[in-house]
């Protein structure tokens, strides 16, 4: 895409960078995000001269966020712009009422793509600036983000594009002045309210006046930090696809691999996990992470939201906590039936002498000497806190069920899931892991239970 007519100089060097970097193509249709602003009102105006030329199909929308009284202003500037050309436009409304910046943010972009989406867009244009992108990496390194964070703001991510991320705001000022643009300034912009203007207003400035290198010495540290970011991220993705194992949202870190990672690749490995589950930790939060999963013994390390972590002796498990499903369920004497996770309990009266073959080596079927317990009915649950248990082979003697999970080795994400059959108040088996010593079979059995597990392939 490189065709030009006779544009404006500053057109020409947008559509430079917008052609450098691949970020339109003829016939798109883009939807550009204005606030009324003079940075979104130049990108309107430029967008729609050059849509001319490449057959664009442009819209525009402006994302009401209820913390000003003075938007009135904006929209009748907008409506006027958009209706003297002929554009589409919408007015959105944010119904999260929040005065932080990254949550207004956030729900601005969820609005534009949910748009897009809706229209058949196919790309979003939003109008940040160099001077943006200056603040932006500013307050990165303030908050610790790490090397990515000296990257700033990326010039596309999926439907997203930013032409104007190499120009500085004063030039669109003067371009708005050459083409009689009308636009409102949001005053609040001059606010020392939020972070962002603090480092406007008041660092920016400071650093200016300490360094005639300022900002170009922070642009060339930007460029550094993107291409070792590049190179860093590719080793993390690299491990990432072929050492992690992957299955059913869960993730398994082998110990033996990770060790040998060094910190940075490790760094990068955890918060790929946690964006997978969608999760965005900041970097203070994946250091302590690391650090826990190294130093811990095995079990439960923690929770961050709905997401666990254990240590399972050899390797990491990085999981979503299941929505525990609690149930208790009658199975009549013989008879059978179907537990919530799938799995079919199967109940049967048998003579011994009609049992060819007694399998106690199978994990998911037990015998018990029917004479001796005499029931009616079954109880089938899920493990409760307190629960006894008296295993097979301790003669009689009971220890707490949560004990015999450790005793066996079984985390604590998997025991809400573990079906638990008890009779007279008495707990029979723990499926698939061990029989109680209750009503063994001997010699002088003579009518079995058979309890078995049919397990959904």
């Known amino acids: 895409m490189k065709n030009k007519?006779?544009?404006d100089s500053l057109e020409n060097r947008i559509l430079d960078f917008i052609n450098k970097e691949s970020l339109l193509e003829p016939s798109d249709s883009i939807l550009i995000g204005i606030s009324g602003g003079c940075d979104s009102f130049s990108l309107s105006h430029i967008l729609f001269?050059?849509?001319?030329?490449?057959?664009w199909k442009i819209f525009l929308a402006y994302v009401e966020h209820f913390v000003r009284g003075d938007t009135f202003i904006e929209k009748n500037l907008i409506k006027k712009f958009a209706e003297e050309r002929d554009l589409p436009y919408f007015?959105?409304?944010i119904s999260k009422r929040s005065l932080k910046e990254s949550e207004l943010r956030e729900e601005r972009y969820k609005l534009l793509e949910t748009l897009a989406e809706e229209k058949g867009i196919n790309k979003i244009a939003l109008g940040h600036t160099l001077d943006d992108q200056i603040e932006s990496i500013i307050m990165n390194f303030l908050r610790g983000i790490g090397l990515k964070g000296l990257i700033g703001i990326p010039v596309k991510r999926g439907k997203i594009i930013r032409p104007l991320l190499n120009i500085k705001k004063e030039e669109l000022r003067e371009y708005c002045k050459r083409n009689n643009i009308i636009y409102h300034e949001d005053y609040t912009n001059f606010l020392p309210i939020t972070l962002r203007n603090k480092v406007r207003w008041q660092l920016i400035p400071f650093l200016q006046e300490i360094s005639k290198h300022f900002p170009e010495s922070l642009l060339t540290q930007r460029k550094i930090a993107e291409e070792e970011e590049k190179f860093l991220s590719k080793i993390a993705e690299n491990y990432f696809n072929?050492?992690?194992?992957?299955?059913?949202g869960h993730f398994a870190i082998n110990f033996s691999t990770w060790k040998e990672l060094a910190f940075p690749i490790k760094l990068r490995v955890i918060s790929?996990?946690?964006n997978n589950l969608n999760k965005n930790l900041p970097s203070e939060t994946l250091i302590k992470i690391i650090t826990q999963m190294e130093k811990s013994k095995?079990?439960?390390?923690?929770?961050?939201?709905f997401i666990e972590i254990y240590n399972l002796k050899d390797k990491i498990l990085i999981l979503p906590q299941k929505e525990h499903q609690e149930y208790s369920l009658t199975l009549k004497i013989p008879g059978q039936l179907k537990l919530p996770t799938g799995e079919k309990i199967i109940a049967e009266l048998v003579e011994k002498e009609s049992v060819q073959n007694i399998d106690?080596?199978?994990?998911?079927?037990?015998?018990f000497d029917y004479d001796k317990i005499k029931l009616e009915e079954l109880i089938i649950r899920t493990w409760k806190k307190g629960d006894r248990f008296k295993p097979f082979g301790l003669g009689g003697k009971s220890k707490k069920l949560q004990d015999f999970f450790v005793d066996k080795k079984v985390p604590l994400f998997k025991r809400n899931s573990i079906p638990l059959i008890s009779g007279g108040n008495e707990l029979l088996w723990i499926v698939g892991l061990g029989r109680s010593d209750v009503a063994r079979i001997d010699e002088n059995t003579k009518n079995i239970l058979l309890i078995r597990v049919e397990r959904e392939v």
């Open 91 to 93: 007015f959105l409304d």
């Open 298 to 305: 095995r079990g439960f390390l923690g929770r961050i939201d």
């Open 49 to 55: 001269n050059l849509s001319h030329i490449f057959n």
């Open 242 to 248: 072929k050492e992690i194992e992957k299955e059913k």
């Open 5 to 7: 007519k006779v544009l």
């Open 360 to 367: 106690f080596q199978n994990s998911f079927q037990v015998y």
């Open 272 to 274: 790929q996990i946690f």
